[in-house]
């Protein structure tokens, strides 16, 4: 990992089972899942502490969630760690979630990270739309249906553009942060 003050980078070259879900030109989406390699994963963490100490995030581990990395020149240029969802909560606000709306939602987006030199070059949406396309096999998961964990400012101004279509933005609590029923018993 090189540390600049302007933007920090991790390279990622490829591997035997890569599953590349969208191309572009120079660059390609894969997405991680539960059950790829050790190793994989282990590089993954060293994206996910990227993100986490750039959006100070919640870290949480599940066996639900898939990660989707944007690569270009072999490195990390932006990263989705989304989830299968079966409902979320329409948004009070950015932070809030109104729990006596509870909607039907398929997607979770519980993190998303764009570089800051590449951020206004569509990488987060086309992040999403990958795991719109790639999470349900043979579907493509509506806009309607996709929820994001509490937002950040700069979060929440893209959530509302990406899901102004619908209207909704729908907000939800990540799985892998969420009490076991072992815990919520003891408590």
């Not at 993100?51 to 690569?71: C, F, K, N, Q």
């Not at 039907?104 to 990488?123: E, S, T």
């Amino acid at each position: 990992m090189e540390n600049s003050d302007q933007d920090k980078t991790i390279a990622w070259g490829s591997w035997k089972n890569e599953l590349i879900v969208s191309v572009y030109s120079g660059s390609r989406i894969v997405a991680i899942g539960p059950r790829d390699s050790k190793a994989v994963h282990r590089r993954l963490r060293l994206v996910e502490d990227l993100v986490v100490d750039e959006l100070g995030s919640y870290r949480g581990y599940s066996d639900r969630r898939w990660a989707y990395l944007y690569i270009k020149n072999k490195s990390v240029t932006g990263c989705l760690f989304a989830e299968r969802l079966a409902k979320a909560y329409a948004a009070a606000d950015e932070e809030n979630l109104d729990e006596n709306r509870v909607q039907r939602a398929l997607l979770g987006v519980q993190m998303i990270w764009v570089r800051k030199a590449f951020r206004r070059d569509h990488i987060a949406t086309k992040l999403i739309d990958a795991a719109r396309g790639h999470l349900i096999y043979g579907a493509v998961i509506p806009k309607s249906m996709v929820a994001f964990t509490p937002l950040t400012s700069s979060g929440a101004a893209f959530a509302r553009k990406y899901v102004r279509e619908s209207g909704n933005l729908l907000l939800y609590r990540p799985y892998s942060a969420a009490p076991t029923r072992a815990a919520a018993r003891k408590q």
